[in-house]
T-cell receptor
């Protein structure tokens, strides 16, 4: 059974810092991994999706990497801003027809 | 347009009421999902529709009844809910192509009294 964990559970950093969020999964046979952001009481916003054949994806200040063999993904946020404050969730899918398994999330607070 | 819309935004209902949640997307996606999310927890999958057919039911109680009338619409009919069913209900959609990114709606905040 696939299990997804995220470390740390919460993170507080001063504005301008670069930071890394971690996601680990127990079954390396995945179809893709997706990073989401969720603001309090809101829906999820897709940030980056990495297919199993890819090693990383970049969008603006965000870079996500995937190491299937070790069951790990990282989300790198460069030059953090207060607007980046949110909960960040990673989610893995085993096949294109399987359900998505979410990690518990990392709550990020960027202090001005 | 990468938008998934959900109505209503908020819903308060009694345990004997019947209500429905609605979700709509016009991205041509053929997979649609219902998730339930409790406070400070990740979303939990409830149902998946693929090409308007129910493909996954995560052992959800029968007081939740999904319906997919066409490829753009997804409903969740609610009846005889319990207070512990109070949560944020999220709808999502995705294509079945190479990207398979899930796009989420803003959710319906449900309170059962």
């Amino acid at each position: 059974k696939q299990e997804v964990t995220q470390i740390p559970a919460a993170l507080s950093v001063p504005e301008g810092e670069n930071l890394v969020l971690n996601c680990s999964f127990t079954d390396s046979a995945i179809y893709n991994l997706q990073w989401f952001r969720q603001d309090p009481g809101k829906g999820l916003t897709s940030l980056l999706l990495i297919q199993s054949s890819q090693r990383e994806q970049t969008s603006g200040r965000l870079n996500a990497s995937l190491d299937k063999s070790s069951g790990r993904s990282t989300l790198y946020i460069a030059a953090s801003q207060p607007g980046d404050s949110a909960t960040y969730l990673c989610a893995v899918r085993k096949t294109s027809y399987d359900k998505v398994i979410f990690g518990p999330g990392t709550s990020l607070s960027v202090i001005p | 347009d990468t938008e998934v819309t959900q109505t209503p935004k908020h819903l308060v209902m009694g345990m004997t009421n019947k209500k429905s949640l609605k979700c709509e997307q016009h991205m041509g996606h053929r997979a649609m999902y219902w998730y339930k999310q409790k406070a400070k927890k990740p979303p939990e999958l409830m149902f998946v529709y693929s090409y308007e057919k129910l493909s996954i039911n995560e052992s959800v109680p029968s007081r939740f009844s999904p319906e997919c009338p066409n490829s753009s619409l997804l409903n969740l009919h609610l009846h005889a809910l319990q207070p512990e069913d109070s949560a944020l209900y999220l709808c999502a959609s995705s294509s079945r192509g190479t990207t398979d990114t899930q796009y989420f709606g803003p959710g319906t905040r449900l309170t059962v009294l």
